[in-house]
């Protein structure tokens, strides 16, 4: 069974400062990648996906893929207390979408 | 626009006791559908998809079902609860590649 591991499990990084989180899937026919944000006691929203290596940058968010090593990471820069949440890295299979796999998440603190 | 809405919005039940969440999605034809669970501070588990109505596949046995009588409704019940099923409950669709989440139910077995 594919497994989505995250690290670190918790981050605590200063306003203004970057924060960066790792994701790796175990499964070699994972293709595709997403970043999720959940808010205490709120429902993910969705931040970036993946799909092709490289970079993709959206405001703030950076996320990097390398399909080599099916590792993804998504870097926020200049950090606002706002960006405090449980980070989800999720992944699938194009075409089997319907088996989206969850990490546990990062837990990012940005203190003022 | 696209609307999910999920119902109730928190309950607390007692073991041993029935169980029915449900959620409807407005202004989308024939999406796909899903519920997940996510213990308290656990990882997001998704528990069963269904990509037409009548038609529902389970990823994860935790003594729930779930059925999509109409297009845009999932329900996810259970006859007799556990404590251990306690925790948040998202239903979501897709149409593509992106899943969107409904705003959850908080479940509370006591």
């Known amino acids: 069974q594919q497994k989505v591991q995250q690290s670190p499990e918790s981050l605590i990084v200063p306003e203004g400062g970057m924060a960066s989180l790792n994701c790796t899937s175990s499964d070699r026919n994972v293709d595709y990648f997403w970043w999720y944000r959940q808010h205490s006691g709120k429902s993910p929203k969705m931040l970036m996906?993946?799909?092709?290596?490289g970079e993709k940058e959206e405001g703030r968010f950076t996320v990097h893929l390398n399909k080599a090593s099916l590792h993804t990471s998504l870097h926020i820069r200049d950090s606002q207390p706002s960006d405090s949440a449980l980070y989800l890295c999720a992944a699938s299979i194009t075409g089997s979408f319907n088996k989206l796999t969850f990490g546990a998440g990062t837990r990012l603190a940005v203190c003022p | 626009a696209q609307t999910i809405h999920q119902w109730p919005v928190a309950e607390i039940k007692a073991v041993g006791s029935p169980l029915s969440l449900g959620c409807t999605i407005k202004g989308k034809s024939s999406p796909n559908l899903y519920w997940y669970w996510q213990a308290t501070g656990g990882t997001l588990q998704q528990l069963f998809y269904s990509i037409t109505v009548g038609q529902v596949e389970s990823v994860v046995q935790l003594n729930l079902s779930a059925s999509r009588p109409k297009d845009d409704q999932f329900i996810l019940s259970t006859e007799k609860l556990l404590l251990s099923h306690s925790g948040f409950y998202l239903c979501?669709?897709?149409?593509?590649?992106?899943?969107?989440f409904g705003k959850g139910t908080r479940l509370t077995v006591v």
């Open positions: 979501a669709w897709s149409l593509g590649t992106e899943v969107f």
């Open positions: 996906s993946i799909f092709s290596n």
